[in-house]
């Protein structure tokens, strides 16, 4: 059983305990992640929730590739580490174009493609070939 | 163009599934060639194409997923389920060797001298290498547990730092692992504990080979911008395997390193 909503926990911030009658005060949630539930929390934690970007839109985020330059004054000079983002581009390139995934990119997908069938068909004919020799009893070939 | 009105992948054709299913049989013919011919020709093909089709047929579900967006909620709830299947699937498969070790080790031939170690079998001080080895995969354990946070926080940088500790500290263990296979004074031709410690210690070895691999990738990929605060199953799921694979070496060194020593 869960402790009722206003029972304060044990990683509650606000302390507040229960008023004289016993009638916990107004309770704030916070999101655990270790449970991944709703746990409670003091106000402080209730308004600065952990992981809230400020001043984003209401809908739904959008997937957050790197630290939010625009949004979030505080942000690290950690943006570009190793590199900046190119996976947009590479939305761009792998569309619905009709050719297959494997073969998206071009001349080098068709160079990998073409070898690699190439070594296992080969590699299985002469397979079958390397084990019908050994199962014949006295071919001395 | 045309579009679906249901969340599932209809994947491409592709040629993957049956080019593996030919390197599997380049790869067991291979090696019952190089047992019984001396052979390693067929073999060393089977290797090859064993990793082209790895390697491409992952590059394409990262171009099917990062690129092209088809991982749904739905798609990824049955990655998750199929990952949980494997890695049950690889529970059971070192269950075999557990129950190995303890049909041999429980009760003792007259051919080992009626006791467990066998009589003549010097085992390894379980409060040496294997030790360090145990704090080494907790530690990776709680370094991958930091990535996954830091991710989940976009946080960049940690989740990059966190995941090159995660997969250094792997490596570690297998070095560790190698010099003592290299240093112990017993082998696999040592009666039933040479054989169950081996291969049991074996088999966990190149999962450990396997699980640093993955996170490797998801090193690589994190370096890329492919995972999302929200979206990086591909990191979960190697995630989920590591935990596995420590949690078979505490098994392990319970068992055979300390209990049976």
Same mark, same amino acid.
């Given at each position: 059983?869960?402790?009722?909503?206003?029972?304060?926990?044990?990683?509650?911030?606000?302390?507040?305990?229960?008023?004289?009658?016993? *009638?916990?005060?107004?309770?704030?949630?916070?999101?655990? !992640?270790?449970? *991944?539930?709703?746990?409670?929390?003091?106000?402080?934690?209730?308004?600065?929730?952990?992981?809230?970007?400020?001043?984003?839109?209401?809908? /739904?985020?959008?997937?957050? &590739?790197?630290?939010?330059?625009?949004?979030?004054?505080?942000?690290?000079?950690?943006?570009?580490?190793?590199?900046?983002? %190119?996976?947009?581009?590479?939305?761009?390139?792998?569309?619905?174009?009709?050719?297959?995934?494997?073969? %998206?990119?071009?001349?080098?997908?068709?160079?990998?493609?073409?070898?690699?069938?190439?070594?296992?068909?080969? #590699?299985? =004919?002469?397979?079958?070939?390397?084990?019908?020799?050994?199962?014949?009893?006295?071919?001395? %070939? | 163009?045309?579009?679906?009105?249901?969340?599932?992948?209809?994947?491409?054709?592709?040629?993957?599934?049956?080019?593996?299913?030919?390197?599997?049989?380049?790869?067991?013919?291979?090696?019952?060639?190089?047992?019984?011919?001396?052979?390693? @020709?067929?073999?060393?093909? #089977?290797?090859?194409?064993?990793?082209?089709?790895?390697? *491409?047929?992952?590059?394409?579900?990262?171009?099917?997923?990062?690129?092209?967006?088809?991982?749904?909620?739905?798609?990824?709830?049955?990655?998750?389920?199929?990952?949980?299947?494997? =890695?049950?699937?690889?529970? &059971?498969?070192?269950?075999?060797?557990?129950?190995?070790?303890?049909?041999?080790?429980?009760?003792?031939?007259?051919?080992? #001298?009626?006791?467990?170690?066998?009589?003549? =079998?010097?085992?390894?001080?379980?409060?040496?290498?294997?030790?360090?080895?145990?704090?080494?995969? @907790?530690?990776?354990?709680?370094?991958?547990?930091?990535?996954?946070?830091?991710?989940?926080?976009?946080?960049?940088?940690?989740?990059?730092?966190?995941?090159?500790?995660?997969?250094? /500290?792997?490596?570690?263990?297998?070095?560790? *692992?190698?010099?003592?296979?290299?240093?112990?004074?017993?082998?696999?031709?040592?009666?039933?504990?040479? !054989?169950?410690?081996?291969?049991?210690?074996?088999?966990? #070895?190149?999962?450990?080979?396997?699980?640093?691999?993955? @996170?490797?990738?998801?090193?690589?990929?994190?370096?890329?911008?492919?995972?999302?605060?929200?979206?990086?199953?591909?990191?979960?799921?190697?995630?989920?395997?590591?935990?596995?694979?420590?949690?078979?070496?505490? &098994?392990?060194? =319970?068992?055979?390193?300390?209990?049976?020593?």
């Amino acid at each position: 059983m869960r402790p009722a909503p206003g029972f304060p926990s044990s990683l509650s911030q606000s302390g507040r305990g229960f008023t004289c009658a016993g *009638q916990p005060d107004a309770m704030y949630y916070k999101f655990s !992640s270790f449970t *991944q539930n709703l746990i409670g929390g003091g106000a402080a934690a209730a308004y600065n929730p952990q992981g809230l970007k400020p001043l984003v839109s209401t809908k /739904l985020p959008a997937p957050i &590739f790197e630290m939010p330059t625009k949004v979030d004054s505080e942000s690290p000079a950690a943006v570009s580490y190793l590199g900046r983002n %190119k996976v947009p581009e590479l939305q761009k390139l792998f569309q619905a174009d009709g050719v297959l995934v494997h073969l %998206k990119q071009g001349v080098p997908d068709q160079l990998l493609y073409r070898t690699t069938m190439a070594l296992t068909i080969g #590699g299985s =004919i002469y397979c079958l070939i390397a084990l019908y020799m050994a199962s014949q009893p006295k071919n001395q %070939k | 163009m045309s579009h679906q009105t249901h969340s599932f992948h209809m994947v491409h054709p592709s040629p993957w599934p049956l080019a593996g299913a030919m390197a599997a049989m380049l790869l067991t013919t291979g090696l019952t060639f190089w047992f019984h011919y001396d052979s390693s @020709l067929i073999l060393l093909l #089977g290797l090859i194409t064993t990793l082209l089709v790895m390697l *491409q047929w992952w590059r394409d579900i990262i171009r099917e997923s990062t690129y092209l967006g088809h991982h749904t909620p739905a798609v990824q709830k049955g990655l998750r389920y199929g990952m949980i299947l494997f =890695i049950t699937s690889e529970v &059971f498969f070192f269950l075999g060797f557990f129950w190995a070790f303890y049909h041999s080790s429980l009760s003792p031939t007259p051919e080992l #001298g009626g006791q467990w170690p066998p009589v003549g =079998i010097t085992t390894l001080d379980p409060f040496e290498v294997p030790l360090l080895n145990t704090a080494v995969l @907790l530690a990776s354990g709680v370094t991958v547990t930091w990535a996954h946070h830091s991710l989940m926080e976009a946080n960049r940088t940690q989740a990059i730092q966190a995941l090159t500790l995660t997969v250094l /500290l792997g490596l570690y263990f297998t070095a560790l *692992q190698a010099m003592e296979y290299y240093e112990a004074p017993f082998t696999i031709a040592d009666s039933t504990y040479g !054989s169950t410690f081996f291969v049991a210690t074996g088999f966990h #070895g190149l999962h450990v080979i396997i699980g640093s691999t993955f @996170l490797m990738v998801c090193l690589y990929r994190q370096t890329k911008y492919h995972f999302t605060s929200n979206h990086h199953f591909g990191f979960e799921a190697a995630a989920w395997y590591w935990h596995f694979v420590d949690v078979v070496w505490l &098994f392990l060194y =319970i068992s055979i390193y300390w209990w049976g020593s």
